[in-house]
Structure formats: C-alpha cells, structure tokens
C-alpha cells in the first residue's frame, strides 16, 4: 500500500496542483491502469474545484488530498478548512441539461464507488473510494 499526499491553499493555489499532484502519483503507481487514474482524476479535481469555489468563499482556504492506492482500489480524503457544504453527495443528481452548474458531485459520484461528506469541528472532509477495475 502507497500513500500519497498533497497540501494546498487557495488562493494561490488551483486544481492545477491537484493535476500536478496526480501526474506525480500515477508515475510511480504502475499498477493503476488509465481508466481508473481517469475516473479517479475526474473525481478528485472535480471534487477540489466545488470546494475552492464553494467552500472559501472570499477567504484563503487549506486544503489537504490524501490518497492511497491499496491492493483493489484507491481511496482518497480531501480536508479543508472552508465553510460547511450545504450538500448531501448521496443526493445528487445531474440537473437538466439547461443547468450552467450543479454538475460536480453527481459527475463524482458516478465514477466512483463510494463518496462520502462529514463535517467535524472547523474541518470539512470529503472522502471517495474506487474498486480498480
């Protein structure tokens, strides 16, 4: 088991670490084929964008991606220290094709086996987990 870690603030930082961050990963993780570090990626750099756009607000925001690529799947935490999400991630659902946004965590959750939301003291922690196919 290998793990992986990556701390972040917005601003200055972006997705763009997170990209950056994986690229690293996946060149030492041989075992993850392209369609999992796909869907994973997606996952995680969707999940990253939701919460630099909605979790700061105006104010800097420290985040923090921990992933670890295990026998069968990969897991990944992301915590952060923005305001609570008003969201239910087993809620959602892509909206009508009309939508300018909301995509995010439906987009997530359906490359992913399990995605899950809590909020303890100060600290937001979003966590996912997929089965390597």
Do not use: K, Q
Not at 23 to 44: H, K, N
Not at 67 to 78: F, I, K, P, W, Y
Not at 112 to 119: K, M, N, P, S, T
């Amino acid at each position: 088991m290998a793990e992986h870690r990556l701390d972040f603030a917005s601003p200055p930082d972006d997705v763009t670490a997170v990209h950056e961050f994986l690229a690293r990963v996946w060149g030492t993780e041989p075992s993850v084929g392209p369609e999992d570090r796909m869907a994973f990626e997606l996952a995680l750099v969707e999940l990253a964008s939701n919460v630099v756009e909605h979790a700061a607000g105006d104010a800097r925001i420290a985040c923090s991606l921990a992933l670890a690529v295990r026998d069968g799947g990969l897991e990944a935490r992301l915590t952060d220290d923005g305001r609570p999400a008003a969201v239910d991630p087993s809620a959602a659902e892509l909206p009508d094709a009309s939508a300018e946004s909301g995509r995010g965590l439906a987009l997530v959750g359906m490359v992913v086996d399990e995605l899950r939301y809590a909020r303890e003291g100060e600290t937001n922690t979003w966590t996912v987990r997929r089965l390597i196919r």
